[in-house]
């Protein structure tokens, strides 16, 4: 923006603009492939620095920390959500549909080409859906198991052995 259309914005309305546009912009991209840290830290630095009303290389007195900015509206913050965290839900999101929903082309599709075990790696070296299954089992190795929380859903029940699953 113009320097002086960002000077007449209040902190509301930047609020506003960041949540609606600079949070939404980048979400195809991010939903695809997991993108490196220092371009998330580059693009939290244009979101921080649009915030708090800083144009290019000016310096400014910053009025709230950026983690109470990203901190949910629960904790006191602002409910901003973090590009990080934004980049992996959403690629764990692919991982969810995988075990939740098998009879979709897609599933079929991932099943036929990489095999149907989220813990056994595919033979491709790249591979979209190996960096994404790689997250997940890295997340897991830090604390963070996201996969033992997605449950098959029981349907229409053909899928579904009631009796002789444990």
């Known amino acids: 923006m113009n320097n002086w259309k960002l000077k007449t914005l209040a902190v509301g309305g930047r609020l506003t603009l960041?949540?609606?546009?600079?949070?939404?912009?980048p979400i195809y991209n991010m939903s695809i492939y997991k993108v490196p840290k220092s371009v998330l830290q580059t693009m939290e630095s244009i979101r921080?620095?649009?915030?708090?009303?800083?144009?290019c290389d000016e310096r400014k007195i910053v009025w709230?920390?950026?983690a109470k900015v990203l901190a949910s509206k629960k904790y006191g913050g602002l409910g901003v959500s973090s590009f990080y965290a934004l980049n992996r839900e959403l690629l764990f999101k692919w991982v969810w549909r995988f075990i939740s929903r098998?009879?979709?082309?897609?599933?079929?599709?991932?099943?036929?080409?990489?095999?149907?075990?989220?813990?056994?790696?595919?033979?491709?070296?790249?591979?979209?859906?190996?960096?994404?299954?790689?997250?997940?089992?890295?997340?897991?190795?830090r604390g963070v198991d996201l996969i033992s929380h997605c449950h098959i859903r029981?349907?229409?029940?053909?899928?579904?052995?009631f009796w002789n699953e444990v």
């Open 48 to 55: 921080r620095n649009f915030f708090n009303g800083v144009q």
């Open 18 to 25: 960041l949540k609606s546009v600079l949070g939404s912009t």
């Open 102 to 141: 098998d009879n979709s082309l897609w599933c079929r599709l991932i099943t036929s080409i990489h095999g149907p075990s989220l813990y056994k790696l595919s033979p491709f070296r790249y591979s979209t859906w190996k960096s994404i299954i790689r997250e997940a089992h890295m997340l897991k190795d």
């Open 64 to 66: 709230i920390k950026w």
């Open 154 to 161: 029981v349907g229409n029940g053909l899928r579904t052995q």
